[in-house]
């Protein structure tokens, strides 16, 4: 009867231990998966003024600019930028085995994109799915970077070529700031998900260990 109950003694202790780790690992998940929603929901409004952006541009704006060979240089680099944007996303922008923009003048890739209004609309609509998804390189934006960087790149000053333009300029900065934040939160989502496992296992491991000592209690109690 002394072996069996310093048995369970020494179960019981393990157990304690697995459940101090339990508390541990998921007062960490907690406190983690908090940290990861308070560093997306700074992106919110960066991501709510990217689409107030789209919404408000509509099929119409884009018409005088289908039929431009040569548009103001402030158009064609907003609209550039979108193209970059693209590259690696929609199949209808050309991109090099390094999955760069293949076309030296994307306002040639703009025109294509033109020919249906709506579904380019959509498609930037659809964009933040595609960063959520992880369909979008960092290569993208590295290509637009200097034109972020430029003071002149406003969606005011870019307003007075295009309305179409401006719109697009909003977009293109809001969306910008929704995808660094997206990325510099990945690894530490990618973190969370982790401990979750971590987690799971050890409360499996938990749950194990109480069993053996219920057990063990249930065999001391008939000796």
């Not at 690992?25 to 308070?38: L, T």
């Not at 990618?190 to 409360?203: D, F, G, K, W």
Request: charged share 25%.
């Amino acid at each position: 009867m002394g072996v069996e109950k310093n048995k369970v003694e020494a179960e019981s202790a393990i157990a304690s231990e697995e459940s101090v780790k339990c508390a541990k690992i998921a007062k960490d998940v907690g406190e983690m998966s908090a940290k990861v929603s308070s560093e997306l929901d700074e992106a919110l409004p960066a991501l709510a003024k990217a689409e107030q952006a789209l919404n408000g541009l509509k099929v119409k704006d884009f018409s005088m600019l289908k039929a431009l060979t040569s548009p103001p240089a402030d158009v064609q680099k907003t609209f550039g930028c979108v193209i970059h944007l693209l590259c690696n996303v929609d199949p209808l922008v050309p991109v090099t085995k390094q999955g760069k923009l293949a076309e030296p003048n994307p306002w040639k890739c703009v025109s294509v994109q033109l020919k249906n209004p709506q579904a380019f609309l959509d498609k930037l609509k659809n964009y933040k799915a595609d960063i959520d998804e992880k369909r979008v390189p960092a290569s993208n934006f590295k290509a637009i970077e200097d034109i972020l960087n430029d003071e002149n790149f406003t969606p005011e000053i870019i307003y007075t070529k295009s309305s179409a333009a401006a719109g697009l300029c909003d977009w293109v900065k809001n969306i910008a700031v929704y995808y660094n934040v997206f990325c510099n939160v990945a690894p530490k989502r990618a973190a969370v998900e982790q401990a979750e496992i971590e987690l799971s296992q050890a409360n499996d491991k938990k749950a194990t260990m109480e069993a053996m000592v219920a057990e063990l209690m249930a065999a001391l109690k008939v000796l």
